[in-house]
């Protein structure tokens, strides 16, 4: 059984760094965290093998490390066992790198780590000033299968420390859910919510022009969102990445399937009565958007979402599909504020 949110237990390691700054950075997201300084490459690999021990019999379940050094963090990327999620710390110079290792298995074959080239594009990230917050919404809720409940639990976990996020509100479904993290505010809402219901929520939450952020529960956010361009009557909806055995994760899907939308200010609320992570439902939603009068794009090559769902473990099927007139995006590139639209019906989704 995975550890819930409730009890965070995490072991943080880092190589040679005495940044005071880092560590009270880490001590304010994580109650309870352990925070070790190592020297040496070969002693932060010698303390994600004491953790993964440590999660076996319930004592850890997570590990963090970051690195000072690129050239470190590119050596243990390819040495250690683990899930690897392209980050950096939110301070003025950058840092390394960012991991987060669970108890997988050795003998597991190395799904989902993905690649040097995307974790050296997120290291060169610089923060920027901006005029307003980028909020992230999604759902939390307890899936019958464990190995996929571990699977939505890393996702909250990496995607509240996403450095581009200054706000989370996750709709949690069971009532029980705790987190650590200042920045997370968790809203119980005692049923599954609709597409309605959070874009209703977050129009009683938002500041302004705000960027809003609706994720499914089993994706990870990437780069791009650090510098996202967005006008004002315009949604992008995002595709997908799946990391694969080679490491190259890749746009398997066609742009009528979407993970991630993203808008600006206050969103319309007379769309999406149907539910997430229904069959068909994100070229539906995309067809509502786009009556609703809204401009769509689908910028994947520039902001980059990867699917986290290794287990296998799927809970919907053909029969439990949303019917209605559906919108695919093609893929774009986010290097421009996009006022026009790039749109077609693809029909199949």
Known sequence: MPIPLSDPILRVFSTGS????????????????????????????????????????????????????????????GRARLLVCPRRFPFGRPVGGFFVAGSDDETVPDLGRFPDAV??????????????????????????????????????????????????????????????FRNVLVV????????????????????GTDVGILINSDVLLGDGFERIRLAEKQVFCLSRHEPRDDGIPRLEVGGGSHDCWVWRGRMVEEIGDFCMGKFLCDGVLAGELHRAGYALKNPAHGLFVYHHHRSGV??????????????????????????AQDQYDDGTN
């Open 119 to 180: 974790l050296a594009v997120n290291r060169l990230i610089r923060p920027v000033e901006k005029s307003h917050r980028t909020v992230l919404y999604l759902s939390y809720y307890r899936d019958a299968s464990d190995a996929r409940q571990q699977e939505l639990e890393e996702c909250l976990l990496v995607n509240a420390l996403h450095p581009a996020i200054d706000r989370v509100f996750v709709l949690d479904e069971t009532g029980t859910l705790v987190t650590p």
């Open 18 to 77: 005495e940044d005071t700054r880092v560590l009270s950075w880490i001590a304010r997201h994580f109650s309870g965290a352990d925070v070790l300084c190592l020297s040496s490459e070969a002693a932060v690999l010698e303390a994600f093998s004491v953790c993964r021990v440590h999660a076996e019999d319930g004592r850890a379940r997570y590990a963090v490390a970051f690195f000072q050094d690129p050239g470190a963090y590119d050596r243990l990327a």
């Open 314 to 339: 799927r809970n919907y099927g053909h029969h439990d599909l949303i019917r209605g007139p559906r919108t695919g995006v093609v893929f774009s590139r986010h290097d421009n504020v996009f006022r």
């Open 188 to 207: 119980r809402v005692g049923s599954r919510p609709t597409f309605r219901d959070f874009f209703r929520f977050a129009n009683s939450v938002v500041v």
